[in-house]
RNA sequence: GUGGCCGUAGCUCAUCAGGUAGAGCACCGGAUUGUGACUCCGGAGGUGGCGGGUUCGAGACCCGUCGGCCACCCCA
């Protein structure tokens, strides 16, 4: 198979697949709607520089992640690596931020990752930002957001909140020195990733999945103590908002996030399902990123959730949607003059009946095998058009796959009546 | 980028001291005149990922390469 595949991480969703996809997009749709979040659709590609300001230099997704490539101009441009730093600079450009406003977006993101469960090198996300609200209400509503969409979804008892709050960007940097003194001391019992990180992003060792290294922080410093009082009154409020509206949560002193633009409230919804890639969903406050992007300093807060990872612990909860049929009628016909009317009445019935899924068979065949084809569509009826039927002006019924014998069966109608017993056939 | 496991029909897999491949499901057709599901019969479909090597002979052994899965890293 010398054949052209697709590129390396980048997967087909294929038609069993999209069924649950446009469920769990069907679900997010009516629940974002109902916080009042409106849809916004941004480019895949930006320039590279708007990822390096936003997300960071240093971070592993500008360093070795992104798909770059110079135009035929020249300029570097990059497929996205994720929604926010695009959004913003779309709500800048736009001049969308002179007020209060909810966006929500979907779509691919691009990532050079080795692929493996619950990470691809395309992948899909959908995202929600708030902006121009400073106050930790705005955190509280997002999250809640983020948690009725599991209840939604059926998989509220597998999904974990994990909360902190990583304060200012001032808090931060003397955190990040005292911590760096602190593992200095210790860099020989340090693993070889954390030792490069003391360099490069020592806050990023906190999340380190290295035993020996989580023993060592038990006694470091610990960023709660360096927080700067107003992050520390908002991320009491957050919490206090959390508990009125009964939505339990796991504080995490060690939770930071991999992307620059971060302070304050962070937090990530995790499972245990899902091997490795635990983290459905994750977010935080970025109240200096549109700002740092050229605007007007105007806070912000959002989070992105994977929707593969989504899809995969749907399966694993087995809370998958229903299966549909593709068809709810099939219409099979025999014979040139036979095909003439079925095509003609399935366009009329298509008229009257809307959103009624109509097959018409093509690709001729016997009644055999055409009827094979009316059962395996799922389709509830089967119209029957032969040579029987066109000299006498009729169309047959037959209903499929009934759950009674009693509403099994076949009956002959006149042409002007198949509106009419097609609908009480349905009714049942 | 690193590591482990894997790569035989559309799918799930089997076979074998190394002697040029099989099953189930799916698909197509048939079981008397125009009719599905169950059953029975038949059929099509594989240069055994690709390239080299060892051998009289390799899908089976060796090397390389590509791809897949899982994990590390990192993240959704």
Redesign the pocket.
Known sequence: ??NI?????M?DILPDATAIWQYVEATVRELVASYGYAEIRMPIVEQTDLFKRSIGEV???VE??MYSFDDRNGESLTLRP?GTAGCVRAAIQNGLLNTTQRLWYAGP?F?Y?????????Q???IGVEAFGVATPDMDAEVILLSARLWRLLGISADVQLQLNSIGSLEARSAFREALVDYLQQHRESL?E??QR?LDS?PL??L????PATQALLDAAPALGDYLDAESRADYARVKELLDAAGVTYTENPRL????DYYNKTVF??VTDR??????????GRYDGLVEQLGGKPVPGMG????????VLLLEACEQLPPVVAAADVYV?A?GDAAQREAVAASEQLRDVFAGLRIVQHTGG????????????SGARV?L?????????GTV?L?????RNDAQ?G?Q?VAREQLEETLRALLAD
């Open positions: 198979m010398s595949r697709a590129i390396r991480g997967n971070t592993d997704i070795k992640e994720e993101m990532r990752e080795r692929p493996q469960k619950g990470r691809q090198r992948f899909h996300q693993d990733d954390s990180r992003n990023r060792i999340d380190s999945k290295n930071v996030r991999g992307l990530e919804w899902l091997g490795a890639q635990g983290t459905v969903c994750a977010g989070f992105a959730m994977g929707i593969e990872r989504l099979v025999y065949g016997s009644f055999k095998s055409q009827m094979k084809k009316a059962d395996k089967a029957i058009w032969g040579e029987d039927e066109v000299a006498a047959s037959k209903t499929l796959r009934s099994q076949q002959s």
